[in-house]
């Protein structure tokens, strides 16, 4: 059983310019296929080494395996298909499978795109995929491709859905396959070292209308963090690795693991720097763990402070203030951790003087780095359905957070975009000059100037979000700018049924839902009650440790508990 993993080239000028990212995905695949016997498989990353569709044919045409695995984000699902269908031209005995985020919500529509997909995976993909590669080996595909868990097809045009596979409870059991990639070629340009994304752990308890990694991965599970370290310490040891970014949404979440997990690499002295994503206010929480955090080598916090105007973060369900934002910017510089400060921009109500704001703001809070977002409502996410008829464009492969999907009502795309740029080019001008070259801390400076490196890079290449082939120049070139959209995509009307089993797969409390959507998932959701009593991700003074372990229910809701959840109550985006 020869099985060939592929990552889809797919560039929008977004988190690739800060260099070349190892995929974590084909890595805890395939170790979990291994552990279930199945050792013959290889990757190709199309992405990092820029292949064509010829030269991927070429490789196919050349390996003739049995299966040919992509995954995809929202963004990247036209380039997987086209992979897959290119794959299935040149290996037609070859069974196509495709997994990833996207595919799990949106798999009706894809399979109406593209019918020779013979197979989507759903959700967490280990478990799933080594059912459906055992299916294969045993004979039993496709006779009895009905039984296998957490998968989708085409059964003569009609789409079906199985039933959904049970989340891994026992994360510990899934040990990556680092091996399997070639890690010369995964260099993190701030700091010229290779770059891993472990996890902590997976999902998350809140449920912010505009995300949907809690609707993926359903259940949150904390990994032992004696056996993360283990895991870095095989990436430092073998592979050269020597900064990592956490891939959880939030690590913080779970102080007393994500503490475990700074002892143990103190207890290692590993020589490695990493970064992390979170909470504003999981930073006013952990006020005076912040020099043992960076003790443990985090030099890197993006804080979702996601908007100045407060007017904005009601929407997110996000309940930070401004203010909140401010201080814990001001507690990271304070302790020597460098603060990037995450802002969206391009809603309904945005103006050229809201986007002046955020600049404004930016400027007084004084991050190391800001990042502008264009607001992008998932189309599986809660958000995108509240929005209805305010959703125009349909052509995914856009949903990129640098293409501005969404119109303002006061200004036209090419303003916003160009407003967005300026303020780029004030806030690192400043930057340049008068901030990363007087930082004191050697360790902060040369990676301030890594990142500036990286992103000048990226600009004067024209790869900045995309700048190139939107053919932006500047404030003189607003009126030819082109952003490509594909009008001709349209979303596939989804039968009822299927609508009904993407609905039953996760759910939001009924508190953050609309009247519509309550109505029609009531009889589904009796137990998402149980997680009325969380604030939303990013906000409000409730954290994990507050909450009496008898009371904390499994993401969703529901009386299945982890493990080690008493365990826990005492308690990068570039």
Known sequence: MRILFVHPNYQCGGAEIAGKWSPAWVAYLAGYLKSGGYSDYSFVDAMTDELSDDELREIFKREQVDVIATTANTPAIYTAERLLKIAKEECPDAITVLGGIHATFMFQQILAEAPWIDVIVRGEGEAVTLNLIRAIDQGRWPAERAEIKGIAYLDGGQCVATAA?????????????WGVLDWKKYQYIPMGVPVATPNLARGCPFTCSFCSQWKFWRDYRVRDPKKVVDEIEVLHREYGVGFFILADEEPTINRKKFVEFCEELIERNLPVYWGINTRVTDVLRDEELLPFYRKAGLIHISLGTEAAAQLKL???NKETTVAQNKKAIDLLRANGIVTEAQFIVGLENETKETIEETYRM???WNPDMANWSMFTPWPFSDLF???GDK?????FEKYNFVTPIMKPNAMDRAELLDAVMNNYRRFYMKKSFLGYPWVRDPIRRKYLLGCLKAFLKSAFERKFYSLGKHNYWGPQAKGKINFGFD????????????EQQVIQWKTAPPRKRSAATNEAIKTADANANAMAGFKACGGGDQQMEDVAPTKIMACGGGDQQLPDAASAMPRFKI
């Open 314 to 316: 009601d929407l997110f």
């Open 165 to 177: 596979e049970p989340p891994i409870r026992d994360v510990d059991t899934i040990v990556a396959d």
């Open 385 to 387: 359905h509240q929005l």
């Open 391 to 395: 959703v125009e464009i349909f052509d």
């Open 362 to 364: 930016c400027v007084d």
């Open 487 to 498: 009008e001709s995509r349209k979303l596939v009307k989804q039968d009822a049924k299927i």
